[in-house]
């Protein structure tokens, strides 16, 4: 297994970006990929600094990406095209990451996880580019707004910049999305949050809207807050849950 930090142009951003990148080693690929995604005050570094996930992954065939995405929620901000990090994260990332390593290219070998506004990213790319992602896993996942601006005056204007004045049933609510989707499309679903977390009524709101649409899930709770201690924990859950989609023994 290599640990790289990789710095790489974006051409959507139109900046240079970051990802921090497990490979793995003395492992002939071409392999799959996992992307795994930061919350909303960290970066690309953040899985690796306060998780073990290298040690969980060290003799699995299995490429992690964990690029930058700032706080942009990997949304296109409504009105600045310099800011579209959902192009950028299916376009540029991925595009990336397939040019410059020996990966597995297809569907079935792709999967996207992440916690809080990363839990929210892999639902939402997973299920809006459900061709290119077989499997998303959701730790502690911000599935509404409402909860991480309450008492935020700066993240609400923060958030009209990306999502504009309406969020609730437009295009980048995840509720909204895998209603109107082919559910003969969507990627496998999974679903981690602690008892004792803000967000764990959105999970609750996730899991039963899953269940009044007839579409399959995997929900778990645990005791637990809002953590990286929590995440460290169960990260190892999601990938178990991600090694049977990918079929990797």
Partial sequence: MAVCEMHFASNTLQKSVSATIIVPENIP???PVLYL???LSDDHTGWLRRTS?????RDLPLM???PNAERSWYTDAIDNPLAAFETYMIKDVVGFV???FHTRQERASRAIAGLSMGGYGAFKLAIRHNDMFCAAASLSGAFLINPVLDGFEDRQREMRLIFGESFTGGAEDVFALV????KEKLPALWMHCGDNDFLIQANRDMRAHLESLGIPHSYYEAPGEHTW???DRHIIDALGFIKEKLLIS
Wanted: no cysteine.
């Fill in 29 to 31: 690929g071409p392999w």
């Fill in 37 to 39: 995604l930061h919350g």
């Fill in 53 to 57: 996930i290298d040690q969980y992954v």
């Fill in 64 to 66: 992690v990406v964990m």
């Fill in 98 to 100: 397939d040019a410059a």
């Fill in 179 to 182: 209603e109107n989707a082919d």
């Fill in 229 to 231: 201690e929590y995440w």
